[in-house]
């Protein structure tokens, strides 16, 4: 079965400073993989996204991952955080199991920021 | 283009009641995800609709269950309700079935079950 592992539940960066928050995936072929932020109360907001093509993507607010086939890995990076950052960071893949087509979610990545 | 809204946003409920909560999607799209969100399972998947069909489903028992519209507005539905099912609830939208599709998200409905 395809899981998303987070190995991360709790990070503290220092306002500034750079962050990669890991993500490794269970998949045999391509597969489709989101990163996803979570504010306080909030809903989930989609940060970017890779299906194909270019290993390196692009986001918003600042964000970067890079897709690693040999590594089955998918992690966020932002080289420079900002207090605002400060939130619960999901990485998802697509569930292919039986043409199922749902995300599964790692279990979440805590950013705390220091001034 | 307004983005996933669901109703209500808190809900606080008794044991043995029932549940309806509503999902719009986004202006467009046809599929609708369901999710619960807790702090011990985190983010599961729920069903997803399709054109007013139930498309694909979780590993949750038959007291959840849903429904979609002819305008992909969607509803799910939790009857006889447990302590357990305090939790997030969160609708995601997608053009078409979430599988080849980016899926966006409302806010959630916070369930609370006394």
């Known amino acids: 079965a395809q899981s998303v592992t987070q190995p991360d539940i709790h990070i503290t960066v220092s306002e500034g400073a750079s962050l990669e928050l890991r993500c490794n995936y269970s998949y045999g072929a391509t597969p489709y993989l989101f990163w996803y932020v979570q504010s306080p109360g909030q809903g989930l907001q989609l940060l970017l996204k ?3 093509g270019d290993t390196l ?21 932002k080289p420079s955080v900002h207090w605002s950052d400060a939130a619960e960071y999901f990485c998802a893949v697509v569930n ?19 001034p | 283009k307004a983005g996933v809204t669901q109703t209500p946003r808190y809900l606080i409920k008794t044991r043995g009641q029932q549940v309806t ?10 599929s ?14 729920l069903f997803e609709y399709f054109s007013e069909t139930q498309r694909n489903k979780g590993n949750f028992p038959g007291r959840f269950s849903g429904r979609q519209f002819s305008n992909s507005r969607s509803e799910m539905n939790v009857s006889t309700l447990e302590l357990g099912d305090s939790a997030l609830y969160l609708c995601a939208s997608s053009l078409a079935l ?3 599709e ?11 079950v006394l």
């Open chain 2, 21 to 30: 909560l509503s999902c719009s999607p986004i202006s467009g799209h046809r």
């Open chain 2, 98 to 100: 979430a599988g080849s």
């Open chain 1, 57 to 77: 993507v692009q986001g918003i607010k600042g964000f970067e991952a890079e897709f690693k086939r040999s590594q089955s890995s998918f992690n966020l990076r």
């Open chain 2, 102 to 112: 980016t899926q966006y998200f409302g806010p959630g409905t916070r369930l609370l």
């Open chain 1, 96 to 114: 292919y199991g039986g043409s199922q087509g749902n995300l599964i979610f790692g279990k979440g990545t805590k950013l705390s920021v220091k």
């Open chain 1, 50 to 52: 890779y299906f194909s």
């Open chain 2, 32 to 45: 609708v995800s369901w999710y619960q969100q807790t702090p011990g399972q985190g983010l599961q998947f």
